[in-house]
């Protein structure tokens, strides 16, 4: 399954897929409805991509003129495709952002980055101006994604994807902006 790039310096250009149940690209649609609400935050923002499987929303930042785009993902098939999309991606133009590939759960992650904070081993914890959130569908995963808000910089958004029968869910120190459905999906977007 290919997916394409909707806009920006990168427009049309398909990335790989894993033909696989485990991942659950995000839509064009979506995409686009998603980047066309947030367009103006996009410039020189840093984001990151969490449960990022493809890449698909974290490539479409990058495209659109993301400073640096983070991508976490768990799953070793996920990662191999997202990281030759990444190569391929980065390799075009030498007016791409900054990308970084973490090879772990979004919790693990998260984790990891404290533990290393409160050991000396970080001078500051990452933060984003942007987190995109795609959690299985399976397994929406609200600590994480609680946890993963306090990432958030100031004026910062959250945009989090989860099935749409589910109860929208409520992040402290954010305020909802937008609640969308598309098709099976509901989209949330946040600002802090």
């Not at 984003?128 to 600590?143: S, V, W």
């Amino acid at each position: 399954m290919n997916i394409r790039i909707i806009s920006g310096i990168f427009k049309n250009h398909k990335i790989a897929s894993p033909n696989s149940r485990q991942t659950h690209p995000m839509s064009e649609r979506i995409r686009n409805a998603i980047f066309n609400n947030i367009h103006q935050d996009i410039h020189n923002a840093t984001v990151l991509d969490a449960f990022a499987g493809t890449g698909a929303i974290g490539l479409e930042a990058l495209s659109r003129g993301a400073k640096k785009v983070t991508f976490i993902e768990k799953n070793r098939l996920a990662q191999k495709i997202l990281a030759n999309n990444l190569e391929q991606i980065t390799s075009k133009s030498d007016k791409v952002g900054k990308s970084q590939l973490i090879r772990s759960s979004v919790n693990g992650w998260l984790n990891s980055t404290e533990s290393e904070y409160i050991d000396g081993k970080l001078d500051i914890l990452p933060t984003f101006n942007i987190i995109f959130a795609d959690p299985p569908y399976y397994d929406p995963q609200f600590p994480t994604l609680q946890k993963l808000a306090l990432r958030l910089e100031n004026d910062g958004l959250f945009i989090v994807s989860q099935p749409k029968e589910l109860e929208d869910i409520c992040i402290e120190n954010l305020t909802l902006i937008s609640h969308k459905i598309y098709s099976g999906a509901k989209i949330l977007i946040f600002r802090k």
